[in-house]
């Protein structure tokens, strides 16, 4: 599902038009992203949780030369579904 098809089916679902609609999903994605930069956790009850991660730095070794490189710590976005979510699509129950 692309960004088009999704705000469609949203705006459908809550009753706005498509322009509000988008408007809307780029506050929260804004907001979340201000969220992210400050380091905390937000929670989506029923959805689940998004959180920033912080990676130590580490030694990889390149397979092909066997060179060992040292591999700066870094910041990632994880995300942990809700059980409910981990439950219905281990099952296939969608």
């Known amino acids: 599902m692309n960004n088009k098809d ?15 609609t988008q408007r ?4 929260v994605i804004s907001a979340m992203g201000d969220r992210f930069q400050e380091d905390d956790v937000i929670q989506m009850p029923g959805f689940g949780q998004f959180e920033v991660k912080k990676k130590l ?5 390149n ?18 579904p809700h059980a409910t979510w981990k439950e219905r699509l281990k099952t296939g129950n969608r």
Request: proline share 7%.
């Open 63 to 80: 397979p092909s030369t066997q060179q060992r490189m040292l591999v700066p710590p870094k910041l990632v976005l994880g995300f942990k």
């Open 6 to 20: 999704f705000i469609s089916e949203l705006s459908r679902r809550v009753g706005y038009n498509m322009t509000d």
């Open 24 to 27: 809307l999903v780029n506050n």
């Open 57 to 61: 730095e580490r030694i990889m070794v």
